[in-house]
């Protein structure tokens, strides 16, 4: 069966005398409630796995009720740790205050109960562990799977990622585009707006949410400015509104607003955001081609490769801890921008004949950073890249 790397690190974790709280993130269908069963699998520790994905909304009674029963079981085992794990955490109103208080009574009871809480919506979770439980615990971020992964699991080549991108659940459909398709809309794109986001945060224009995600899906890769964004929609308010749905697709897993560097921290917030899929199979499942009619067009399979490099770099930043941006000016530009403890990064994507890329010096000349790189034939081959950890470049 296949591990994830983070695997490793949660069981050493788990291996420490001490007790914690260990809160995994990230998107649907990425693995993170398998990830759990295959390290309590591997640990001699007794522990309770649960979900609340079928819990009401105010199911602060059903979490109590559940640590109890892992306090009994405790008691009953006899051994000297427990481990609860806890899924879909973000659907129980005030879940964090109420672990706390729980968590808080194990401490002074001295009762080793170590916690594992999985959650698909990255917002609510960071909200959550920001007001009541601050100092009690570890965060992981997993992402949407790599090319490497999703390499090693299926035995999928760079072209197949680029196209159906890195959801695990749906590898089995490739060969059937249009069942592939209509999976990853249905089970993976519907379900996130649905559940993680309309569900758990108030959403005054839910339809005006869901044209977002296609309109940024349709223009992945360019940049628009919300004036126009609000062009292109039907009843699109104000841009501000735009703005905050942005985000919490972002949030998501689905689409984010890549902004503009400049250079200056506090004027990197931009009304221009640049489309970016979390994966590019949200870009693919949108388009009526298939795989062997893209790929012989160099222009738009191009944009499929720069769109599988951006969600392989957003998917890492916040786990390596690194901040993403584009560069324009005037008629120059860089596709992506990387910046971490002061260092700078430009990339430029070129997967075509042409590997010309002039915006790489004129960054060069306004914002002299540390590198400027090109990923595709004359530099780094856009195949290799989507292997690498983009921090390495650091």
């Known amino acids: ?13 788990l291996k420490e005398p001490r007790s914690f709280i ?38 602060e009674t059903w979490l109590e009720q559940q640590w109890e029963v892992a306090r009994l079981q405790l008691k009953s085992t006899g051994a000297p740790e427990f481990i609860l794990a806890i899924d879909e955490i973000q659907k129980i109103s005030n879940w964090s205050k109420v672990i706390k208080k729980l968590w808080d009574e194990d401490t002074r009871a001295r009762q080793n109960i170590k916690v594992i809480l999985l959650g698909s919506s990255r917002l609510l979770l960071q909200q959550g562990l920001t007001e009541s439980l601050a100092g009690r615990f570890e965060t992981s971020y997993l992402g949407h799977w790599s090319f490497a992964e999703m390499e090693q699991a299926f035995g999928v080549t760079a072209e197949k990622y680029v196209w159906f991108g890195g959801y695990p659940g749906a590898a089995a459909l490739m060969s059937d585009e249009d069942r ?10 519907e379900t996130s707006i649905s559940k993680d986001i309309l569900m758990l945060t108030r959403v005054d224009k839910p339809a005006l949410l869901r044209q977002l995600f296609e309109l940024g899906c349709l223009y992945s890769g360019q940049v628009l400015s919300y004036t ?20 919490l697709l972002d ?10 560097y400049t250079g200056e921290q506090l004027r990197q917030r931009s009304s221009s955001p640049k489309f970016q899929v979390h994966n ?16 012989v067009k160099p222009d738009v399979w191009g944009r499929w490769v720069e769109a599988a490099i951006g969600a392989h770099l957003v998917n890492h930043k916040l786990s390596e801890g690194y901040s993403v941006h584009y560069w324009r000016h005037r008629n ?42 090109l990923v595709g034939n004359s ?11 983009p921090s390495q470049l650091f």
Do not use: C
Request: glycine content about 8%; cysteine-free.
């Open 1 to 13: 069966m296949f591990e994830r790397p983070h695997i490793q690190h949660l069981i050493t974790r």
């Open 22 to 59: 260990q809160v995994l993130m990230g998107p649907r269908q990425v693995g993170k409630s398998t990830l759990t069963g295959q390290v309590l699998d591997k640990l001699n520790i007794p522990n309770l796995f649960i979900s609340a994905d079928a819990v009401a909304n105010s199911g």
């Open 228 to 247: 126009k964004i609000v062009g292109q929609l039907q009843d699109a308010g104000n841009t501000t509104t735009l703005a905050h749905y942005l985000q």
């Open 280 to 295: 590019t199979a949200l870009l693919t499942a949108q388009q009526g081609d298939s795989l062997t009619e893209v790929i």
């Open 379 to 389: 530099g780094i081959p856009w195949q290799e890249f989507l292997k690498m950890n």
């Open 332 to 373: 120059d530009e860089v596709d992506f921008v990387l910046e971490k403890k002061g260092k700078v990064i430009g990339l430029e994507v070129k997967s075509g004949a042409t590997q010309k890329a002039p915006g790489m010096e004129a960054f060069k000349k306004q914002h002299e950073p540390d590198k400027v790189l």
């Open 180 to 189: 592939w398709k209509k999976y990853v809309n249905d089970a993976l794109i």
């Open 251 to 260: 949030t998501a897993g689905l689409l984010a607003g890549i902004e503009k």
